[in-house]
């Protein structure tokens, strides 16, 4: 393994992440922020829902932002670059085998939804003042649910990114992102969904559902949440089963 | 010192359209109508192709557009599987010592494919980072190459904004930032203005100087003639013939191109031109033309007068002011062409390479 090009194509990266920082951390944050602000303090304010709410939608807007921001920092440049434009040939073409290329894919994936996920959570608390009641007492489970989630975000984009056209953009965020989101049990918790028996089973497809709630079971466990075991087995699973998917689907297109 | 480069028996189906990688530019597909849906795109983009290029050359693949010249590039550099046949860049099978042979090689596409999320020095330096070059000799590389394609005064602008020609320029200084033992160049003047195309040609020279292999495919006759030591000539997948341009031009009969320009001409004046000997084909153009009888490639051409392919040149002249003074028809013109590609291909192929 060639570590030097390895580390020339995360500077690479790095380099234009940082000149499109501004950018970046714009589209990461204003959405997810507006969220906590609506949910979590007009709702609450208002009494249309309770303070308890605080603290079970902490972790689930951590979730969605994380697998949101590693999706969108691994697929969107891979469909830019796979199209005419070619982009991503140089970098192809560099002394390594084309499979690392892919790994770095992930490994940057991955920093940018860690780093998405260290800002929005105290952003997100500090939006949402007093009474989260967040805990951090099972620190090691917290941080391999975290480290799951980001390599499930970013292998999610590079299988995404080498399986969507750029002209089906559009049509990935309708079919693919937002019924994740919406199902994904990032705004109430997966025992919310009792009344609905077979969307209860079927949202376990989900793999974001697994997200929000490892997270919910490590930072507010007081509240009904999966298996936090069982959770991370998953998510583990579905991280091997994207990265090899998405090894695959980047070799396929990156070699004709 | 340069690398050799070697081919032997590549073939490659393609059984989806091929990728941008491949060049994209395909004669029409042969899989039959009507077959079953999964087997209906079938192209052989390339037949056994078997090649030689020495350590130290410039080596040509000329042929139109679809002939498999960029598939060929493709194979050799990693971006294209084969599907028979083997490669070798130097000592290094390209495809089961693929990190051996990339360290070995530069390559230009043929469509620029520059990083846009870059500026232009910036393009050549992560390139340069990617071979693992010191940082302080990528600083000074990029500004010697930036200088020699006349770009500095662009440098530090990302390259979204760039003319086609400036992008071409900056994907060539690109392939060269890693010094490569062997420049792959895919119709490397594809889009530049006649003044560009000539530096183009002087850098790869000067580059192939240095004892660097070049190798590069075009369709353009007077491109391989003029920078080629050796090319190939292919052609639906084949290479159909290989050679110096000397030795290419010079194995076809009647391959000299005589134009004669005269103030008027009669049917016995062009039938005797057509009885000299060494005389292969003499055909009519300018106002004396009959239907039917133009000339290819006879741009320009005014007046009366014909075009005639003889297997000599200049020794010709004395017999045709001859004949034509014999006939009291005065000669306003002569132009003496070499035997050229142009003929060979169609000599080969009936087809010209301009089609």
Known sequence: MNWRTFAALLARDAHVARRNLATLLLQTMLQPMLFVFVFGRVLISSGMMTASYKGLLLPGIMAVTMVITGIWAVAMPLIAEFQFTREIEDRLLAPMRIEWLAVEKILFGMLQALVAGAVVLPTGWLVLGHGVGITFNQPALWLTVVLLVSVFSSAGGLALGCSVGQTQIGLMFSMVIAPMIFFGCVYYPWSALKGFPVIQKLVLLNPLVYASEGLRGTMVPRMDHLPTLLVAGVLLAVDVLLILVGLNRFNRKAVG | MGAGVRTEGLRKVYTSPPPLAAGGSFAPALGKRGAKP??????????????????????????????????????????????????????????????????????????????????????????????????????????????????????????????????????????????????????????????????????????????????????????????????????????????????????????????????????????????????????????????????????????????????????????????????????????????????????????????
């Open chain 2, 38 to 355: 999964k087997k209906a795109f079938q192209v052989v983009a390339l037949d056994g192709v078997s090649l030689e290029i020495r350590a130290g050359e410039i080596f040509g693949l000329l042929g139109p557009n679809g002939a498999g010249k960029s598939t060929t590039l493709g194979i050799l550099t990693t971006r294209v599987r084969p599907t028979e046949g083997h490669a070798w860049i130097g000592d290094y099978n390209v495809w089961q010592q693929q990190v051996h042979a990339k360290r070995l090689i530069g390559v230009v596409q043929q469509r620029p494919n520059l990083d846009f999320a870059l500026t232009a020095r910036e393009i050549l330096s992560f390139h340069a980072a990617y071979y693992g070059v010191a940082p302080a000799d990528r600083g000074r590389r990029s500004a010697e190459l930036l200088e020699r394609f006349q770009l500095t005064d662009r440098a530090h602008e990302m390259v979204r904004g760039f003319s086609g020609g400036m992008m071409q320029r900056l994907a060539i200084a690109r392939a060269m930032m890693h010094d490569p033992q062997v420049l792959f160049l895919d119709e490397p003047s594809t889009g530049l203005d006649p003044q560009t195309r000539l530096l183009l040609w002087e850098i790869i020279r000067e580059y192939n100087r240095s004892g660097r292999t070049v190798m590069l495919s075009t369709h353009n006759m007077e491109e391989a003639d003029a920078l080629c030591h050796r090319i190939a000539i292919i052609d639906h997948g084949h290479v159909i013939a290989l050679g110096t341009p000397y030795e290419l031009k010079h194995s076809i009969p009647g391959g000299y191109l005589l134009r004669l320009k005269f103030s008027h001409h009669s049917p016995e004046v062009v039938e005797r031109l057509r009885q000299l000997p060494g005389v292969t084909e003499v055909q009519i153009h300018g106002a004396g033309a009959e239907g039917g009888q133009g000339v290819q490639g006879a741009q320009g051409a005014q007046g009366d007068g014909v075009d005639l392919y003889a297997d000599r040149g200049g020794s010709l002249i004395r017999e045709i002011v001859a004949v034509l003074a014999e006939s009291a028809t005065d000669l306003h013109d002569v132009h003496i062409s070499e035997p050229s590609l142009e003929n060979l291909f169609l000599h080969h192929t009936g087809r010209s390479l301009r089609q």
